[in-house]
C-alpha cells in the first residue's frame, strides 16, 4: 500500500498569511493526489485535483504543486473562512490512501 | 444537481452487523465509481473500498476486507455497504463518494452516516 505523510499535523496562522502543506507519497505516484477542505460536520471538500488542478469556483488562493512522491498545497493569503482541516489522497493505486489531515486554525 | 443520499444513523450493539445506503441521482449511475470513506470521531478519513456500478467489481481495504461487502443496484442507483462482526473502533460516520478512476474527476460526496457500536 502507498503511504502517504504529511505534514504539520496543525497550524496556527495568521490571515494573510501564506501557509503551506505538505505530504509525501512511499512511492511515486506520478500527479494522481488531490486535496480536500473538510470543515467540521460536513463531508470533505474537492479542492485540488492532479496535484495542480483547482475546482471550477475555488478562489485562486489555493493551488497545488508537485509531481513522483512530493506534493506541496498553499494558500497564498489566509482567510477566516479557510479554517478547516485538509487532507491529500492519493489516487494512483488502490487502496487509495489519506493522509493523516492537516488543522489549520486562526492564530 | 448530483446528489448521493445516505441512510440514517445507526446504533448496532458488538458483533453486529450493518448496511448504510447510498442512493445517486443526477448522473449515470454506471459512469463512475463509488468509493466508502470513513472518520471516527475525532480521527482522520480512512479509505474502505471502491466498486464499479456497471459491473460491480470492487476492492476493498486490507484492514476491513474480511468484514465488509459493498453492492450496487443499478435499478435504484444505489450502492450498499455491508458490515459485519461490528466493533467498537468501527464507530465512525461512513461516506460514500463518486470517483472517476479516468478522464475528468467527478467527485461527489453523500452527507454521512453515523454508525455507533455500543453495548
Known amino acids: 500500500d502507498i503511504q502517504m505523510t504529511q505534514s504539520p499535523a496543525s497550524l496556527a496562522a495568521s490571515v494573510g498569511d501564506r501557509v503551506t502543506i505538505t505530504c509525501q507519497a512511499s512511492q511515486d505516484i506520478d500527479n494522481s493526489l488531490k486535496w480536500y477542505q473538510q470543515k467540521p460536520g460536513k463531508a470533505p471538500r474537492l479542492l485540488i485535483s492532479d496535484a495542480s488542478n483547482l475546482e471550477t469556483g475555488d478562489p485562486s488562493r489555493f493551488s497545488g504543486s508537485g509531481s513522483g512522491t512530493d506534493f506541496t498545497f498553499t494558500i497564498s493569503s489566509l482567510q477566516p473562512e479557510d479554517i478547516a482541516t485538509y487532507y491529500c489522497?492519493?489516487?494512483?493505486?488502490?487502496?487509495?490512501?489519506f493522509g493523516q489531515g492537516t488543522k489549520l486554525e486562526i492564530k | 444537481q448530483v446528489q448521493l443520499v445516505q441512510s440514517g444513523a445507526e446504533v448496532k450493539r458488538p458483533g453486529a452487523s450493518v448496511k448504510v445506503s447510498c442512493k445517486a441521482s443526477?448522473?449515470?449511475?454506471?459512469?463512475?465509481?463509488i468509493q466508502w470513506v470513513r472518520q471516527a470521531p475525532g480521527q482522520g478519513l480512512e479509505w474502505m473500498g471502491i466498486?464499479?456500478?456497471?459491473?460491480?467489481?470492487?476492492r476493498y481495504a486490507q484492514e476491513v476486507q474480511d468484514r465488509v461487502t459493498m453492492t450496487t443496484d443499478t435499478s435504484t442507483t444505489t450502492v450498499s455497504l455491508e458490515l459485519r462482526s461490528l466493533r467498537s473502533d468501527d464507530t465512525a460516520v461512513y461516506y460514500c463518494?463518486?470517483?472517476?478512476?479516468?478522464?475528468?474527476?467527478?467527485?461527489?460526496w453523500g452527507q454521512g452516516t453515523l454508525v455507533t457500536v455500543s453495548s
Open positions: 489522497q492519493q489516487y494512483d493505486n488502490v487502496p487509495y490512501t
Open positions: 466498486i464499479n456500478p456497471y459491473d460491480g467489481s470492487r
Open positions: 443526477g448522473y449515470t449511475f454506471t459512469d463512475f465509481y
Open positions: 463518494a463518486t470517483i472517476a478512476v479516468a478522464g475528468p474527476h467527478f467527485d461527489y
